[in-house]
T-cell receptor
Framework: DSGVTQTPKHLITATGQRVTLRCSPR?????VYWYQQSLDQGLQFLIQ???????AKGNILERFSAQQFPDLHSELNLSSLELGDSALYFC??????????????FGSGTRLTVV | AQSVAQPEDQVNVAEGNPLTVKCTYS??????LFWYVQYPNRGLQFLLK??????LVKGSYGFEAEFNKSQTSFHLKKPSALVSDSALYFC????????????FGSGTKLNVKP
């Protein structure tokens, strides 16, 4: 167990629907990152939150949004889902001062299948 | 802009043979390089990193990586492969301006045959 918890582990939904993925960071970590891993795109950085505020933004679609709550857990909201959104979504966390050279800790991911 | 490239989608080796997974990088300043491994249905796990110092970096599970500045490469190596090493390997470089942001390669699937 890495200490980063993602729920649910698997999600199957229909096109046009909206889903929410949840991430609880490792205890003490203030930063949360979301990544999308698909077969053709590899691992793509979506967005980072640090202590409740958006810190960095990557290749995140406008249909997607995220937030980090006061208890530091984060949610990634995906709406108007398309078949191409099917992927593995990873959450990662790091400590306040950054990854300290060890990168950061990843959760096990949520596998989203859009049918 | 920073980036990494993993030129091989897949690497096949026999158990007991040495393995190499290739990675090249592009950064404007000093590179901060990482290797991660992903087992099926699992999150990424840190293997090793290069920040500064010796060009040969030793990491977890017997892996090591060689930093070559002139060739802008950071290849992952292991002297003797195990079947259990079969997994997806990602090379990554840390953003020079945002140390919390990483750029990952597309991944290389390592298949170790008994």
């Amino acid at each position: 167990d890495s200490g980063v918890t993602q729920t649910p582990k698997h999600l199957i939904t229909a096109t046009g629907q909206r889903v929410t993925l949840r991430c609880s960071p490792r205890s003490g970590d203030l930063s949360v990152y979301w990544y999308q891993q698909s077969l053709d795109q590899g691992l793509q950085f979506l967005i980072q939150y640090y202590n409740g505020e958006e810190r960095a933004k990557g290749n995140i679609l406008e249909r997607f949004s995220a937030q980090q709550f006061p208890d530091l857990h984060s949610e990634l909201n995906l709406s108007s889902l398309e078949l191409g959104d099917s992927a593995l979504y990873f959450c990662a966390s790091s400590a306040m001062a950054g990854p300290a050279g060890y990168g950061y800790t990843f959760g096990s991911g949520t596998r989203l299948t859009v049918v | 802009a920073q980036s990494v490239a993993q030129p091989e989608d897949q690497v096949n080796v026999a158990e007991g043979n040495p393995l190499t997974v290739k990675c090249t990088y592009s950064v404007s300043g000093n590179p901060y390089l990482f290797w991660y491994v992903q087992y099926p249905n699992r999150g990424l796990q840190f293997l090793l990193k290069y920040i500064t110092g010796d060009n040969l970096v030793k990491g977890s599970y017997g892996f090591e990586a060689e930093f070559n500045k002139s060739q802008t490469s950071f290849h992952l190596k292991k002297p003797s492969a195990l079947v259990s090493d079969s997994a997806l390997y990602f090379c990554a470089v840390r953003d020079e301006n945002n140390f919390n942001k990483f750029y990952f390669g597309s991944g290389t699937k390592l298949n170790v045959k008994p």
